[in-house]
């Protein structure tokens, strides 16, 4: 059982370059979701999904896209990369703990747009 | 006006000392509260959630104050691996979904 996991770890891009952040989970949830975390303003939600075939969108969704074919993944991608986006991004998945639904994180992929 | 406010910090205290963090939220339309941990580099990771009868694990305190929309974090006899980023976190569905995070509040304990 990996939990969430995302690749890949780091990444650089150039301006204008297109990439997919790449998140699975393998405890068969129907939540997940994508955060950006950036110095001194806390975690983002970009996109989320309640399920396969189903997503929406966040607090900061432009210039992403996300989609959702299987429970087990949420690939995030950037259209065309700005520097506005270098950030660390977050993948997770919702589940129930002890009758308590509660967000698992993946360890994150640190983005550098150049 | 940030939805969750917090202090960032630092708080540097020696170990076994008694620390209080505390948070507001904006929208009083809030029904989930939570406080997670942040190591650094590393994701965060569910600390406790927070009850309107308040709640305790272990040396952690959670209170929720609805009416003042203020929520606080104890910790009591503090230990070298309590060092971490600790973020308040709120949402506005009954569950742990679309969370909107605080920007954390920064805690070194010393030996």
């Known amino acids: 059982n990996a939990g969430v996991t995302q690749t890949p770890k780091f990444q650089v891009l150039k301006t204008g370059q297109s990439m997919t952040l790449q998140c699975a989970q393998d405890?068969?949830?129907?939540?997940m979701s994508w955060y950006r975390q950036d110095p001194g303003m806390g975690l983002r939600l970009i996109h989320y999904?309640?399920?396969?075939?189903?997503?929406d969108q966040g607090e900061v969704p432009n210039g992403y896209n996300v989609s959702r074919s299987t429970t087990e993944d949420f690939p995030l991608r950037l259209l065309s990369a700005a520097p506005s986006q270098t950030s660390v991004y977050f993948c997770?998945?919702?589940?129930?703990?002890?009758?308590?639904?509660?967000?698992?994180f993946g360890p994150g992929t640190r983005l550098l747009v150049l | 006006r940030k939805e969750v406010e917090q202090d960032p910090g630092p708080f540097n205290v020696p170990e076994g000392a008694t620390v209080a963090f505390n948070c507001t939220y904006s929208?009083?339309?809030?029904?989930?509260f939570f406080w997670y941990r942040q190591d650094c580099r590393k994701e965060p990771k569910l600390l406790m959630s927070?009850?309107?009868s308040g709640n305790e694990d272990g040396r952690f305190t959670a209170q929720l104050n609805r009416a003042s929309q203020y929520i606080s974090l104890l910790i009591r006899d503090s230990k070298l691996s309590d060092s971490a980023t600790y973020l308040c976190?709120?949402?506005?569905?009954?569950?742990?979904?679309?969370?909107?995070f605080g920007s954390g509040t920064q805690l070194t304990v010393l030996p």
């Open positions: 997770a998945s919702g589940g129930t703990v002890r009758f308590q639904e509660t967000q698992y």
């Open positions: 405890m068969n949830h129907e939540y």
């Open positions: 999904s309640v399920g396969a075939g189903i997503t």
């Open positions: 929208n009083s339309a809030s029904q989930s």
């Open positions: 927070v009850y309107s």
């Open positions: 976190v709120v949402s506005l569905s009954g569950s742990a979904r679309q969370l909107t």
